[in-house]
């Protein structure tokens, strides 16, 4: 399966699931519509899963949560950032 083709979850620390997103360079794009409430107080642990592998992040902060209706997106699109905190 090449990287275009991978699906990614992303597991917020209260168990909270974000599944069937896409990786665009560094931006996790979601078709279904993702409030910014999800991610307050909820950052602090963060599991991000292509169904193979895992990764443990901390101490994370939503940089931006918007939706695009451009060319280069599809209309309806989400897209997270999300960045470590050093």
Do not use: C, P, R
Not at 32 to 38: D, L, P, Q, S, T
Not at 68 to 86: I, N, P
Request: aromatic share 12%; net charge negative; no cysteine.
């Amino acid at each position: 399966m090449n990287e275009l083709e991978k699906v990614y979850s992303i597991t917020l620390a209260d168990g909270t699931i974000l599944d069937d997103l896409k990786l665009n360079g560094n931006n996790y794009v979601s078709q279904k519509e993702i409030k910014e409430e999800a991610f307050q107080d909820n950052l602090y642990s963060v599991t991000i899963s292509d169904g193979e592998k895992e990764e443990i992040h901390t101490n994370m902060e939503l940089v931006q949560l918007m939706e695009y209706e451009g060319a280069y997106w599809l209309v309806g699109y989400w897209t997270l950032y999300l960045t470590a905190l050093k």
